[in-house]
């Protein structure tokens, strides 16, 4: 029978977030998902590290605080897959007036303890480059700083960084029973590939199940904890770009939500968000034809440029296990995090809601509440660490970019920068022994090359097409139908030996 410290089941950002601080602090752990790393909610943000401009309005003072400093953390651990962007909120003369807005940014601006980025400002669209994609009457707009992440890479990495420090991280594998004893779990896994069943013993729990945490809780006959997760779907469209700068927008809609356009890999804008309550999970499967006319309709009030659900590329949906806090409303929901620690025989800390910027956090809290019933005293350590590929000079990506095309002239500029973007110090890994274009091996299509599914592969958990086009990366949206099923293939014959 395996044994282990501690057990983590669920493999989005909060559980190898967990995973990654308590193999630092010198625990064993074994991280279980019974899919792919990130393969539901946390690939299914909106890919931004912020504090919440709009969750100011709900008077949730804290969470944004917390947000915002952790902004600053992530953003130094790891600028080559988190980077600044200057966000610009065009004033809607019929919504919230310019008063109420200069008051949120000024809070936005000063309760973080800003350092890094700069502080918000006036505009007008009449010389700004953002107002020329916008319709007539838009005149005055506002300015402010927040960040952008790979959400899945952020995933991986910090699975990758857990791996090293010790962890075993087995995804494709599902936690299928538990029985707990005074001192320990004895959890039952099963390989969903093979179906293979194994045991293991753990000294504790950690469920991270996200969107399934009360199903976990219930696998051993009993419900441990009174909270409950609320699920709220939201979704996304991928269009052609919609304008030729680099700032994105923050649209406020009639409703009370505000929708995000956002440049997106080059040649792409990211539009949404919605929230509509489900009630399973099932039903975060894909977004509507109701969700593609609103984010279409939301954007048209504000772009001259008309957005129909015929120019949608590709979209994507996922539910966001937030904590029940009996809110009148999905948009109302708080998206701050609770932990649920259960003494009652061998510990179990289970994680309600949270969201992608607050991880870290959530992570260092789960460790000091676990320290004390697991009997360790290791210090908290994460705030200080880079994450794989971080380790960038002074966080200074524009420079490391410069160096990496010096070092690597034979690259393609594109290709050379989307390395860089993806791996950060370590494209020299990736790089490993290559000298031309040729030996980065088949060529698949677009900017997919055998070198990198290889390295995907053997370093960051990929087994399937999908995990690579879709979540390693988004090379998915330059890549032809065909290709998915060749990419299979050959991953399939590589992963076996053939």
Same mark, same amino acid.
């Given at each position: 029978m395996l044994e282990t410290d501690l057990l983590v089941v669920g493999g989005g950002v909060n559980g190898v977030g967990i995973a990654r601080d308590a193999a630092g602090r010198g625990l064993s752990v074994l991280l279980c998902e019974q899919q792919d790393l990130a393969q539901h909610t946390s690939s299914a943000s909106t890919k931004l590290i912020h504090g919440g401009l709009r969750y100011l309005e709900n008077y949730d003072f804290g969470l944004v605080r917390h947000a915002l400093r952790e902004r600053e953390i992530l953003l130094q651990a790891a600028p080559h897959i988190i980077w600044?962007?200057?966000? %610009?909120?065009?004033?809607? /003369?019929?919504? #919230?007036?310019?008063? $109420?807005? #200069?008051?949120?940014?000024?809070?936005?601006?000063?309760?973080g303890g800003r350092k890094?980025?700069?502080?918000?400002r006036r505009i007008d669209l009449r010389r700004h480059p953002a107002g020329v994609a916008l319709k007539p009457g838009f005149d005055t707009a506002f300015e402010y700083s927040d960040c952008w992440v790979q959400d899945a890479r952020l995933v991986a990495l910090n699975a990758v960084d857990a791996r090293e420090r010790g962890a075993d991280i087995r995804t494709r594998t599902r936690c299928v029973g538990l029985q707990r004893h005074a001192d320990h779990w004895i959890a039952e896994l099963q390989n969903t590939i093979t179906r293979e069943r194994y045991s293991l013993r753990a000294r504790a729990l950690v469920n991270a199940a996200g969107p399934w945490v009360e199903k976990v809780l219930q696998l051993d006959g009993n419900r441990h904890s009174g909270k409950?997760? #609320?699920? %709220?779907?939201?979704?996304?469209?991928?269009?052609?770009?919609?304008f030729d700068h680099d700032y994105p927008y923050i649209f406020q809609n009639?409703?009370? /939500?505000? $929708?995000?356009?956002?440049?997106?890999?080059?040649e792409f804008t990211l539009l949404g968000t919605t929230d509509l309550e489900i009630r399973e999970i099932n039903d975060a499967g894909a977004i509507s034809e109701q969700e593609v006319d609103y984010i279409c #309709?939301? %954007?048209?009030?504000?772009l001259q440029r008309p957005v129909t659900p015929e120019d949608v590329i590709w979209s994507y949906a996922g539910a966001r296990p937030l904590y029940d806090d009996d809110a009148s409303n999905a948009s109302k929901v708080t998206r701050d995090y609770k932990l649920d620690l259960d003494l009652n025989g061998a510990p179990i800390l289970s994680v309600f809601g949270g969201k992608i910027t607050t991880y870290r956090d959530l992570a260092q809290h789960a460790l000091r509440l676990l320290a004390k019933p697991m009997q360790f005293e290791q210090p908290d350590w994460t705030a200080r660490a880079h994450l794989p590929g971080g380790d960038i000079a002074n966080a200074d990506f524009d420079v490391y970019l410069s160096r990496c095309r010096s070092r690597y002239p034979w690259l393609p500029p594109a290709l050379c920068s989307d390395y860089a973007r993806n791996y950060g110090t370590r494209i020299d890994r990736l790089l490993a022994g290559c000298g031309a274009l040729a030996d980065l091996g088949r060529h698949f299509d677009g900017p997919l090359y055998e070198r990198e599914v290889v390295y995907l592969m053997e370093q960051e958990f990929a087994q399937t097409a999908e995990d690579v086009l879709w979540r390693r990366s988004k090379k998915g949206l330059f890549v032809s139908q065909q290709v998915v099923g060749q990419l299979d293939e050959w991953m399939r014959d590589r992963a076996s030996g053939a």
């Open positions: 600044p962007l200057r966000f %610009v909120l065009p004033h809607h /003369r019929a919504l #919230r007036p310019q008063w $109420l807005i #200069r008051i949120g940014l000024f809070l936005y601006d000063h309760i890094l980025l700069p502080k918000s409950h997760v #609320r699920l %709220v779907k939201g979704s996304h469209i991928v269009v052609p770009k919609l009639g409703d009370g /939500r505000v $929708l995000f356009a956002i440049p997106y890999e080059g #309709r939301a %954007v048209d009030e504000y």
